[in-house]
């Protein structure tokens, strides 16, 4: 077998829940087909590494702009069918998508909604037990399509564990890490906007706050507003947090939501960064009409200065991607064994048989079992 890369056997190194949930649960998953939409980088490519093992046939996909190419490399050596590029756009990876579901899986693990969406356009295959999504983004997509699988599919990111664990606290991490790498500004007494305050913007603004800097919160739910609030950060509306924000982070996972308003009240110099799935927080098209030029501080797309038709220059950190993906190495290895495990026994319970046809969370009974591992792991 070929030898497994660096990155990703450090990752294997930290990952034992991961590696105990594959090995007790080989007999449900061995000889499954695995169609699978995650991204791409070390420690996805230690759980491939262990399905692999296991003997799941696994074919593979991730997100534009998330990709290591060299990670994606390592896992064809391994015989794993992986259709990605770092420099892939919309178009490559929509059908990367159609390649990957051409195995008719058994089962699938998805990231943001794009494969299993896919499947219910293109038809189930007669095998198809059902699968999982990653994301609370691809979860709502699920939820709020007319079509149906009729088959199980389990929301990861519904896990109350996951929320608190990776979530709140690994994302905060990342994300501060991928401006960091991203910018070389220093995070003290600096002045952040966080739209959004659930378990991913809770954890970028209180990391934020922990660091030094002064940070005000926009979230439209009172409860989490109010939460922010105690957990000493400003509140306001979208506009009036940005107005005065040097660095502004957008953690909603919905569209648009530093629109056109929001623009108009940024500070000259301010710099927006995106933490949800997809690169639709920020509305580029009315950041584009404002533009009259743009300045590349760097490699391109890393930090693009937009200078508007009113003299100000918004900075828009790798075009509103996942920066702690585009700009770091994801969630920390500990936190994403606790979410990779969850997927792991999620997709054996979707194999065993015994869930209900729908969109639903992670079973009660796998939560109890991988929180009980995990405590006993950090005593």
């Known amino acids: 077998m070929p030898e497994t890369h660096p990155a990703t056997a450090w990752a294997l190194k930290h990952m034992p829940l991961t590696?105990?949930?594959?090995?007790?649960?080989?007999?449900?998953?061995?000889?499954?087909r695995l169609a699978?939409?995650?991204?791409?980088?070390?420690?996805?490519?230690?759980?491939?590494?262990?399905?692999?093992?296991?003997g799941v046939d696994v074919r593979l996909t991730g997100s534009p702009g998330t990709t290591h190419d060299d990670v994606a490399d390592a896992l064809a050596e391994l015989g794993v069918?992986?259709?990605?590029?770092?420099?892939?756009?919309?178009?490559?990876?929509?059908r990367n998508i159609e390649r990957v579901l051409e195995v008719e899986p058994d089962l699938t693990l998805d990231n943001g909604g794009d494969l299993t969406v896919s499947l219910l356009g293109s038809g189930t295959p007669a095998g198809y037990l059902?699968?999982?999504?990653?994301?609370?983004?691809?979860?709502?997509?699920?939820?709020?399509?007319?079509?149906?699988?009729?088959?199980p599919v389990v929301v990861i990111n519904d896990s109350r564990l996951k929320l608190l664990v990776e979530n709140e606290f690994g994302v905060g991490q990342s994300v501060v890490q991928g401006f960091l790498n991203a910018t070389n500004l220093m995070v003290p007494?600096?002045?952040?906007?966080?739209?959004?305050?659930?378990?991913?913007?809770?954890?970028?603004?209180?990391?934020?706050?922990?660091?030094?800097?002064?940070?005000?919160?926009?979230?439209?739910?009172?409860?989490?507003?109010?939460?922010a609030i105690l957990n000493g950060h400003s509140v306001g509306s979208a506009a009036e947090v940005v107005a005065d924000a040097q660095l502004v982070f957008t953690a909603t996972g919905h569209p648009g939501v530093l629109g056109?308003?929001?623009?108009a009240a940024l500070r000259d110099g301010a710099v927006l960064a995106g933490v949800g799935h997809f690169a639709w927080e920020i509305d580029r098209a009315a950041l584009a009409e404002k533009t009259v030029r743009t300045v590349e501080y760097g490699a391109p797309s890393r930090r693009t200065g937009h200078v508007l038709d009113d003299g100000r220059e918004i900075v828009l950190l790798d075009?509103?991607?996942?920066?702690?993906?585009?700009?770091?190495?994801?969630?920390?290895?500990?936190?994403?064994?606790?979410?990779?495990?969850?997927?792991?026994?999620?997709?054996?319970?979707?194999?065993?048989?015994?869930?209900?046809?729908?969109?639903?969370?992670?079973?009660?009974?796998v939560e109890h079992r991988i929180a009980t591992d995990l405590v006993a792991a950090l005593r």
């Not at 991913?200 to 439209?220: E, F, I, P, Q």
């Open 19 to 32: 590696a105990q949930a594959v090995a007790e649960l080989t007999p449900v998953l061995a000889g499954k």
């Open 36 to 54: 699978m939409c995650l991204h791409v980088e070390p420690k996805t490519a230690a759980l491939v590494t262990l399905l692999v093992r296991a």
């Open 81 to 94: 069918a992986v259709f990605t590029r770092r420099g892939d756009g919309e178009a490559e990876h929509a």
């Open 130 to 151: 059902g699968g999982t999504e990653e994301t609370t983004t691809g979860g709502i997509r699920l939820r709020e399509t007319k079509a149906r699988l009729g088959k």
């Open 189 to 227: 007494g600096m002045r952040a906007a966080v739209l959004g305050y659930g378990p991913c913007g809770k954890g970028v603004a209180d990391t934020l706050s922990r660091l030094g800097a002064r940070v005000s919160v926009c979230d439209t739910d009172p409860m989490r507003a109010l939460e």
């Open 260 to 263: 056109a308003a929001e623009l």
């Open 319 to 365: 075009q509103g991607r996942m920066l702690n993906l585009t700009a770091a190495n994801g969630n920390s290895i500990q936190a994403m064994d606790l979410g990779l495990t969850l997927q792991a026994r999620s997709l054996a319970a979707v194999a065993a048989g015994g869930l209900a046809d729908e969109v639903q969370p992670v079973p009660a009974d």
